[in-house]
């Protein structure tokens, strides 16, 4: 059985959306429970307390285990290094990799004008549009009202005015730290789904008190945003609807953050 890091705090949050759910839905509360747990990424509410009692043996023994030596220390950088630098080369096996820990399901929706992506996830709808001039662009939030350029965006923790470093919550950000979309009811296998089909990359915190989307001793550090978005499910969708609307692809040029995106669609749709 696969070992989760999790917190009480994380079992506390999917018990309380168990409840939830069992209200809804009208089933059995245990079952409410197992249901809440696969959403964020386990196999059942059992799992889950499984994972919790492992990860608090876990921390038992890191605290009892002597300190790390250097050659320990260089050893375990050297290996992040080398991840890392496998999601440089191949960020596809970055998103591969968001996909063992577990996705929410996803509902695709019918596709229509510019829009090359329409998906819903755990209840809450996002798009990726061509929009206009500038390119591609994410959309989300309250009535698909917030959104973001790609090529400058990503999913970290950020507080919803910007700056403040009170009441962070999971979102859709510009430059690794403006909050676009939020992403506050999401579970961790939701935010990781959203990843994976969207082509954003996740920003792993150190800070507040929000669910674990990537492990804490997980690589490095992620791809660029750039190249993990023409190495993704969502450049692959671009493609296809470049493939469906051959003329109106070309009306698109160069931008300031995905550059030469409409060519590299275009060709890449004339060759499959």
């Known amino acids: 059985m696969r070992i989760l890091p999790t917190t009480q705090t994380l079992v506390n949050k999917i018990k309380a959306e168990g409840r939830a759910i069992a209200r809804a839905s009208g089933i059995p509360l245990g079952q409410g429970h197992d249901e809440a747990a696969r959403r964020a990424g386990y196999d059942d509410f059992h799992h889950v307390r499984h994972c919790l009692t492992q990860s608090e043996r876990a921390k038992v023994a890191r605290h009892a285990r002597a300190p790390a030596t250097p050659e320990d220390k260089n050893e375990t950088r050297l290996r992040y290094a080398a991840i890392t630098a496998e999601y440089e080369r191949n960020p596809r096996a970055y998103f591969a990799y968001l996909q063992s ?17 329409d998906l819903t996830i755990e209840g809450q709808r996002f798009q990726a549009i061509l929009d206009g001039g500038p390119g591609p662009i994410v959309v989300g939030g309250h009535f698909l009202s917030a959104w973001v350029q790609y090529g400058v965006s990503s999913i970290a923790r950020a507080g919803s005015d910007g700056v403040s470093e009170d009441n962070l919550c999971w979102a859709v950000c510009k430059y690794g730290g403006q909050y676009r979309i939020g992403l506050p009811s999401l579970t961790p296998a939701g935010i990781r789904a959203l990843a994976v089909e969207m082509g954003l990359v996740i920003r792993r915190s150190l800070s507040g008190d929000g669910p674990l989307v990537v492990p804490l001793c997980a690589e490095s550090s992620p791809p660029d945003e750039l190249k993990a978005f023409f190495n993704s499910k969502a450049f692959d969708a671009l493609v296809e609807w470049a493939r469906a609307h051959p003329r109106k692809i070309k009306q698109y040029g160069q931008n300031t953050y995905t550059f030469d995106w409409a060519s590299r669609a275009a060709a890449a749709a004339r060759q499959t």
């Open 101 to 117: 820990l577990g996705l929410s399901p996803v509902t695709h929706n019918p596709l229509k004008g510019k829009i090359f992506i």
